[in-house]
């Protein structure tokens, strides 16, 4: 069954901790990333990568990091910098970096 | 850089009528298109894309959308809404040229079907 997991589908973090999201996919997709829901503010990109071993800051990725060691994995880890990180993540993947992106059912995160 | 707006944060139609949510983009190139549709705690899904070809895009579910260059709009539409098609939908833009292309995303419109 092909598809992105995120996982979980739930985070509570206190203040001051990193956490890591993890995010998989087995469409053998070249291109991942990483986007921030907020109400009322669309979605907006933390990182991306288009492929193994490399990535790209996003339009927001201050106090946040990622990895891309294998062609299925790309965690985001929330860093204690991040300083309102409560929100919806959502992790994409596309064949490439000009076709359409699919969607995990995204990690809440909540600070608390 | 590229860009979408969504102007209409809710958009409110009786089920059966038909519906029409407005996108329009910013490029500097020519573009891709792309409409998703969300709903509560969960992923985007796919609906439908514009490439090229045809300015009349069919999509999931009954969905489709019409690219217009000159008003460089991508309203999507279905001519008898569903109770089921209220949810959150989403445009999407990415500049068509050379290597790697963000995918730049609306702030989306609330979709309220009502019976």
């Known amino acids: 069954d092909g598809g992105i997991t995120q996982s979980p589908k739930y985070l509570f973090r206190k203040e001051g901790q990193n956490v890591t999201l993890s995010c998989e996919q087995n469409?053998?997709?070249?291109?991942m990333y990483w986007y921030r829901q907020d109400p009322g503010q669309g979605l907006r990109l933390i990182y991306y990568?288009?492929?193994?071993?490399?990535?790209q800051k996003g339009d927001i990725a201050e106090g946040y990091s990622v990895s891309r060691e294998k062609k299925e994995s790309f965690p985001l880890t929330v860093t204690s910098a991040q300083k309102n990180p409560t929100a919806f993540y959502l992790c994409?993947?596309?064949?490439?970096?000009?076709?359409?992106?699919?969607f995990g059912q995204g990690t809440r995160l909540t600070v608390v | 850089a590229q860009s979408v707006a969504q102007p209409e944060d809710q958009v409110n139609v009786a089920e059966g009528n038909p519906l029409t949510v407005k996108c329009t983009y910013s490029v500097s190139g020519n573009p891709y298109l792309f409409w998703y549709v969300q709903y509560p705690n969960r992923g985007l899904q796919f609906l439908l894309k514009y490439i090229t070809g045809d300015n009349l895009v069919k999509g999931s579910y009954g969905f489709e959308a019409e690219f217009n260059k000159s008003q460089t709009s991508f309203h999507l539409k279905k001519p008898s809404a569903l109770v089921s098609d209220s949810a959150l939908y989403f445009c999407?833009?990415?500049?068509?040229?050379?290597?790697?292309?963000?995918?730049?995303f609306g702030t989306g419109t609330r979709l309220l079907v009502s019976p």
């Open positions: 994409a993947s596309s064949i490439d970096g000009n076709t359409e992106a699919f």
């Open positions: 990568s288009q492929i193994v071993n490399d990535f």
């Open positions: 999407a833009v990415r500049d068509k040229g050379t290597g790697f292309q963000k995918l730049v």
């Open positions: 469409l053998n997709h070249d291109a």
